[in-house]
């Protein structure tokens, strides 16, 4: 899948009848992020432990939280 990165990095997640149950993604999820071999390419999964709060999540380095997004930042 090809996504359009916003103005401020926010990147529009797949509806989400693409996904199962189990990874159905919410408001507040935690995901890690990994760059790819080729470096064009980030895989986005959710991270183990939901319970970190937002200073935990910046100092993982590696990590984001899924939130709201806004329809102004694809303009």
């Given at each position: 899948?090809?996504?359009?990165?916003?103005?401020?990095?926010?990147?529009?997640?797949?509806?989400?009848?693409?996904?199962?149950?189990?990874?159905?993604?919410?408001?507040?999820?935690?995901?890690?992020?990994?760059?790819?071999?080729?470096?064009?390419?980030?895989?986005?999964?959710?991270?183990?432990d939901q319970s970190l709060n937002d200073e935990e999540i910046?100092?993982?380095?590696?990590?984001?939280r899924v939130e709201e997004l806004?329809?102004?930042?694809?303009?």
């Open positions: 899948m090809i996504v359009t990165v916003g103005k401020n990095g926010a990147i529009p997640l797949p509806p989400d009848e693409d996904f199962n149950e189990e990874n159905k993604l919410k408001i507040g999820d935690i995901l890690q992020c990994t760059l790819m071999k080729d470096k064009r390419s980030i895989k986005l999964e959710k991270f183990s910046k100092a993982h380095g590696y990590l984001c806004n329809p102004k930042d694809f303009e």
